[in-house]
Nanobody, 124 residues
Framework: QVQLVESGGALVQAGGPLRLSCAASGRSFGTYTMGWFRQAPGKEREYVAHITPRGLYTYYADSVKGRFTISRDGAKNTVYLQMNKTKPEDTAVYYC?????????????????WGQGTQVTVSS
């Protein structure tokens, strides 16, 4: 069993930075592919980024490529999403996700555990 707790969501002005964190419980953190999804009001949840179990490879949605960076710290059992050059369209609830058997693609239906979500609001 893995529990994921996100933090760091906030109101930020467009163009500003924000860092989300996702703390994972359990001793098997290093065996999971970790990722982020987001859901904007009235829209379906969408993929944002993910990172392989040992942190060697990262992948991003086209909409955030070059602006967001995903990373993980095995010693802290934590995955991060550094958001730079934020845009109003980044406004959403951001969910942390853990998947044991997924590398590519990183799909919702393959996620084993979800966090509760953290709200990010980008003002124009």
């Amino acid at each position: 069993q893995v529990q994921l707790v996100e933090s760091g969501g906030a109101l930020v002005q467009a163009g500003g930075p924000l860092r989300l964190s996702c703390a994972a419980s359990g001793r098997s953190f290093g065996t999971y592919t970790m990722g982020w999804f987001r859901q904007a009001p009235g829209k379906e949840r969408e993929y944002v980024a993910h990172i392989t179990p040992r942190g060697l490879y990262t992948y991003y949605a086209d909409s955030v490529k070059g602006r967001f960076t995903i990373s993980r710290d095995g010693a802290k059992n934590t995955v991060y999403l550094q958001m730079n050059k934020t845009k109003p369209e980044d406004t959403a609830v951001y969910y942390c996700a853990a998947a044991r058997l997924q590398i590519l693609p990183f799909r919702e239906d393959g996620v084993d555990y979800w966090g509760q979500g953290t709200q990010v609001t980008v003002s124009s």
